[in-house]
């Protein structure tokens, strides 16, 4: 294993660095314990600390917590004429486990993060111990107006302020702040360029793309739990129920008055029932 902490940064989206499969991985780790990998969602800007600023202390007071900048994310290497796609993903998650040393771990997934989790469980199924989908992709499904908005973004102060409009319920938690910082995020060099490239329109063949076999899922053999948000514009609860219905040994939370962001909306019942399950 060889990790690297960089040069000091104000920045705290920037972590240890490893080297996963030959590409230099961004990720945070807190905590000891079983290990679990926090897998972040695709929102433009978007990295590890985004996604589990409010999650990583929280589970890190049990477990093992490793968050990563999944490659074309964050501040991961976007090596030149990488072709995005769940296999390369998923490739770049197993070097990165094993990079670490992590024979076993657990998988918590967001929205494009439990698709991940999903295809790391019936392609590897020996390497996951239990799964957390949260406002889950992984199963084909119409894709709706938000999660088109999201893939779509082009960067513009007003565009990111929409985009946060569409994730959360809560719109007390979009404030002008949040929205400045996310869009200066979505504006570093080689972030936006990375994320137009992921899924070009027809962007329902990026849903498609993100989507497991539903005879595989059957066969998971996972504990499972699936968290969503009634109010989720970006993806349908009616994935949850589905990935209820398809794997045998899940149970499903829906949070009430909650969007996309059940981590961040409902961060510590979030908190509490994850950590719970995972124990």
Known sequence: MSTSTPEPTENPEVGLRVDAGGIGT?????????????????????????????????LAQRFAVYAPDIVGFGFTDRPEGFRYSMDTWRAHLLAFADALGLERFSIVGNS?????ALSMAVHAPERVDRLVLMGSVGVSFPITPGLDAVWGYEPSLEAMRGLLDIFAYD???????LARLRYAASTRP??????????????????DDLATAEELIRELPHRTLVVHGRDDRVIPLANAYRLLDLISDSQLHV??????WSQIEHAEEFNRIVGDFLA
């Open 255 to 260: 949070f009430g008055r909650c969007g996309h």
């Open 112 to 116: 494009f993060g439990g698709g991940l």
């Open 190 to 207: 080689g972030f936006q360029e990375s994320f137009s490239a992921m899924f070009p329109e027809p962007r329902q063949n990026g849903v």
């Open 26 to 58: 961004n990720y945070l780790h807190s905590g000891e314990g079983a290990p679990v990998l926090l897998v972040h969602g695709s929102g433009p800007g978007v990295s590890a600390y985004s996604n589990w600023r409010l999650t990583i202390p929280a």
């Open 171 to 177: 719109r007390s938690l979009v404030t002008d702040e």
